[in-house]
């Protein structure tokens, strides 16, 4: 069975930097989207960056210019990196992919299962 694992939250400063990791556990053959989405208390979960097979990438204008979305392929790991946190970006955190591809596996959408991000002085 396909599963995501993240990695990466915690509790920093406002101006600090983290990094978030989503490790597949199997060789990507394909996928149509890789996406990170974050959800506050009491608000919607909302798509911060994705990026498609192509290379296509979007960032949601509240994290343009210190929010960047890489990979490994050679370690099937997805990262983002978030700098000059703010208190607005404090929320859960999740990695997301639409039609991931991993043999055998059937193609199908999976879900992080979440990690926290909490901006505070």
């Known amino acids: 069975q396909v599963q995501l694992a993240e990695s990466g939250g915690g509790l920093v400063q406002p101006g600090e930097s983290l990094r978030l990791s989503c490790a597949v556990n199997?060789?990507?053959?394909?996928?149509?989207?890789m996406g990170w989405y974050r959800q506050a208390p009491g608000k919607q979960r909302e798509l911060v960056t994705s990026?498609?097979?192509?290379?296509?990438?979007f960032y949601a204008d509240s994290v343009k210019g210190r929010f960047a979305a890489s990979r490994d392929s050679a370690k099937n790991t997805f990262y983002l990196q978030m700098n000059n946190l703010k208190p607005e970006d404090t929320a859960v955190y999740y990695c997301?992919?639409?039609?991931?591809?991993?043999?055998?596996?059937?193609?199908?959408?999976?879900w992080g299962q979440g990690t926290q991000v909490a901006v505070s002085s």
């Open positions: 199997g060789r990507i053959y394909g996928f149509e989207t």
């Open positions: 997301n992919f639409k039609g991931l591809v991993v043999i055998p596996y059937p193609q199908k959408d999976y």
């Open positions: 990026v498609t097979m192509s290379g296509s990438t």
